[in-house]
């Protein structure tokens, strides 16, 4: 995991500083290996939105909420009413109460947070070892919060159709499970878990219902207004306690902001952490973060101002017809295949009886990054990749067409180094 890193071993404290314009072109410099985000190349770690406009103005945004702090709102009140507002507009979007939520720095902070609120409330129930029962497609950000935060993560094989199994994890759950999660969608595959059957079977049992919609929470809102068909998934789904729905995917926000959603403010009320055994005065923090930067936060509120809903129908249209586009035309390249029709605009293809391996390695080859999954290549579908569908199914079918063995790269996702 982790391309190497050139770890210079001559690199020393610099005893001088230099100017603004030399690290300038010593940034351009280090960039030249990154890829091509831009050119529509990536298909994951950059959420492209293909809109100079908004890009312009969120980098403004930006600029100007780059020095301050959001850890004391009454110093700012700016930055708490935009995360107010931003709850409340996701709250009225999805179905939850309007001040049961908080913005945190991405979608593994929200779950972290969802986790340690439903430990607090078995802990609560008397529960000192509780567990947390996820279908094996979840989010490892889930498996990460059970390992940092002291909580045994029960892993349930998915059904036949790859998606969640509420009998098999029904059984699973014992008298010490504190929370249950579906995705929607998940990242593998793109689908949505059965959210009414796993919620019901976590209401009768009185534990916890978390909805992962890191992915889904500002898409499938609107692919539903759209008029496809979506699965029920929001907080209208009885039983459904909190969700993650990350604003630096498809809510088009520059990075470190996502949202946690509560079913109701008492639930908000356990995530917060208030401190007053040191000299400093009663320390207060509502999620994990202590100094918590203000720029994502003025660019959620801006994103979703900026855009409204019909700016975000626009974009989910695109991304719906884009994602056909793809799903097509992979599907009809000799030797490739869909691992399962997606919900949404997340999709797995693979290659029975070829090389998938050597097949990402042509792609990587001609530029494109695509992600590898244990059973073939991720794809996720923003605006920004309607401009190359034609040149990406032309490379595919050539590199199904003609690829060696091979070099052996793994299925990795992150990397540390
Ligand atoms: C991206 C993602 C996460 C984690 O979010 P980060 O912002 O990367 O921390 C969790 N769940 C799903 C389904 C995701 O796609």
């Known amino acids: 995991m982790g391309e190497s890193v050139r770890a210079d071993a001559e690199v020393s404290f610099p005893a001088k500083g230099r100017s603004a314009e030399d690290l300038e072109g010593a940034l351009a410099d280090l960039r030249k290996g990154d890829v091509d985000w831009r050119g529509g190349r990536t298909f994951s770690l950059v959420y492209n939105s ?12 930006a600029r100007l909420f780059i020095h301050e702090n959001a850890l004391n709102p009454f110093a700012f009140p700016s930055l708490q009413t935009m995360e107010a507002e931003v709850v409340a507009m996701a709250a009225d979007l999805l179905g939850a109460p309007p001040r ?3 913005l945190s720095s991405g979608g593994t902070e929200s779950i972290f947070l969802a986790v340690q609120t439903a430990r607090e409330k078995a802990a609560d129930r008397g529960i000192d070892r509780p567990q947390l029962v996820t279908a094996d497609t979840v989010h490892p950000a889930f498996a990460k919060a059970a390992n940092y935060l002291g909580v045994e993560h029960i892993r349930v094989p998915v059904r036949a159709d790859l998606r ?15 929370l249950v999660v579906g995705s929607a969608p998940c990242y593998p595959y793109g689908l949505i878990d059965p959210i009414p059957e796993l919620a019901a079977m976590a209401a009768d049992r009185g534990i916890l219902c978390h909805v992962d919609a890191c992915l889904g929470g500002w898409l499938l809102p609107f692919l539903e207004q759209l008029g ?7 907080f209208a789904v009885p039983g459904v306690t909190s969700m993650s729905a990350d604003l630096h995917k498809y809510g088009y926000c520059f990075k470190g902001a996502s949202l946690i959603l509560y079913a109701d403010r008492e639930l908000l ?26 720029a994502p936060m003025a660019g959620a509120w801006s994103a979703v101002r900026y855009l409204g809903a019909d700016g975000y129908l626009a974009k989910a249209e695109t991304v719906r017809d884009t994602t056909r586009r793809f799903v097509e035309g992979i599907g009809s390249i000799d030797g490739l295949e869909i691992t399962a029709p997606p919900d949404m605009s997340v999709f797995e293809f693979g290659a029975p009886g070829l090389d998938i391996g050597a097949i990402g390695d042509v792609m990587d080859d001609r530029g494109w990054n695509l992600d590898r999954q244990q059973g073939g290549l991720h794809v996720m579908v923003f605006p920004g990749h309607a401009a190359v569908v034609e040149r990406f199914l032309h490379d595919l079918a050539d590199a199904a067409a003609h690829h060696g063995t ?3 790269k793994s299925a990795a996702y992150g990397g540390v180094s």
């Open 406 to 408: 091979s070099r052996g």
């Open 100 to 102: 049961a939520g908080s």
């Open 50 to 61: 293909g809109d100079d406009d908004l890009e312009e103005f969120l980098e403004g945004v």
């Open 269 to 294: 009320k356990r995530q917060f952490f208030l401190y007053d055994e040191w000299p400093g005065g009663l320390y207060g923090s509502p999620t994990t973060a202590g100094t918590r930067p203000a």
């Open 164 to 178: 969640a199994d509420p009998e098999a994890m029904a059984a699973s759950v014992t008298d010490r499970t504190a």
């Open 228 to 234: 496809e068909p979506v699965a029920p998934w929001t």
